[in-house]
């Protein structure tokens, strides 16, 4: 297992489209989570999962954002109709049941452009 | 609200030299604070964590000390290298909650040789 691993590693989209992230966690992690990182800014919580279930999606996840992730394995993060303001980088991590206390292990992100 | 303050934006310091940056949080129920490192291109990785029941921990050239009554920790890292240059992330988590992490902006670090 070489870690969390994060697919693509750069999109540049048009304004409207959609994209969809992938997401391959550590492979004895059940716990998931995305967080959007923005130039000079400190990751921000987007939304978490506990094998398939989502327990938590933070407000900054608008109704154009989705997560899933089916079967308690890897996970994707779509955006509809993309928006200047979704220009970040997107992170992933995974951790052990018991969560954050013993840190995350992030993927090296996906960066959103929105042209 | 931020909830975490981190300072300074930005840190220069020769080769051998102490690095130290603040973090300030603001809700009394977080228990756990860490610190990530992050280089350009790569996702944060954690460097070292304390809770509040201790004052201090130490791992190599790494300490981070803690605060509770001022709500405040930092980072100190001793003899600090070229290869030590990146942007550090102080965080809170608990409360609660022993999943979400609430970041600081970060600290650009650059060691000079």
């Known amino acids: 297992d070489t870690g969390v691993s994060q697919n693509p590693r750069h999109k540049i989209t048009k304004r409207g489209q959609n994209v969809t992230f992938r997401c391959d966690p550590i492979s004895e992690h059940n716990r998931l989570y995305w967080y959007r990182q923005t130039l000079g800014q400190g990751p921000e919580f987007l939304t978490y999962?506990?094998?398939?279930?989502?327990?938590?999606k933070s407000r900054l996840l608008s109704d154009r954002f989705s997560a899933e992730r089916p079967k308690g394995s890897f996970s994707t993060l779509e955006i509809q109709r993309t928006e200047q303001g979704d220009s970040a980088m997107y992170l992933c991590?995974?951790?052990?049941?018991?969560?954050?206390?013993?840190?995350?292990?992030f993927g090296s992100g996906t960066r959103l452009t929105v042209v | 609200q931020q909830q975490v303050k981190q300072s300074p934006q930005s840190l220069i310091v020769q080769k051998g030299g102490i690095s130290i940056i603040n973090c300030a949080y603001e809700?009394?129920?977080?228990?756990?604070f860490p610190w990530y490192q992050q280089f350009p291109g790569k996702g944060p990785a954690l460097l070292i964590a304390i809770r509040p029941d201790v004052s201090e921990k130490k791992e190599g050239r790494f300490t981070i000390s803690f605060n509770k009554s001022a709500k405040q920790f930092s980072l100190h890292i001793m003899d600090s290298q070229p290869g030590d240059s990146a942007t550090y992330f102080c965080a809170a988590g608990g409360g609660g909650s022993n999943y979400k992490l609430t970041f600081g902006k970060g600290t650009l670090l650059t060691v000079n040789p």
């Open positions: 809700n009394t129920a977080f228990d756990y």
């Open positions: 999962f506990q094998n398939e279930a989502q327990l938590e």
């Open positions: 991590a995974s951790s052990l049941p018991q969560g954050a206390r013993y840190g995350y292990t």
